[in-house]
């Protein structure tokens, strides 16, 4: 049997290897405090909330095609873990500016403020915090501040 795709024009993203993402924390309602201040920042922004406090969507379009992130109500969450974190792109070094000091604002913890990180490559500028239940977030952006230049020859 020969696989088919679906026309391109039906996919609200393209080349992405993730759909979305999902996380577990202990209080939505502070969870959702923290992460629409810390996300509008990097274009995203709570687009659905899901009944009885169970949860909430993120995303830059609108409707459940538009998630790109979810918290989800748990009664229980263990954090940290080992080697796990989330990182959001970021349109600019500014907007990991904001994203750092609106986690920090809302209720995260400092995890690696805003900076050059020229081990992962000359232009990795990032910021991390620690989200009220302790999960290990980033925000990245791989822009350099000017073109490279070339030597002729």
Known sequence: ??????????????????DHISLGVTDIDRSRRFYDAALRPLGLVRIV??????????????GSLGVEFTIT??????T???GAHICFRAPNRAAVDAFHIAALAG????????????????????????DPDG???EAVCHAPTGPTIVAAG
């Open 1 to 18: 049997m020969r696989f088919r795709a679906a026309p391109q024009e039906t996919w609200l993203k393209t080349n992405v290897m993730l």
């Open 49 to 62: 909330d899901f009944g009885e406090r169970r949860g909430s969507d993120y995303g830059a379009a609108p």
């Open 73 to 78: 109500h748990e009664a229980e969450v263990r």
């Open 80 to 82: 940290p873990i080992p």
């Open 107 to 130: 209720g995260g913890r400092d995890d690696g403020g805003p900076g050059l990180r020229p081990h992962y490559h000359a232009d990795y500028y990032c910021a991390f915090v620690l």
């Open 135 to 137: 999960h290990r977030i």
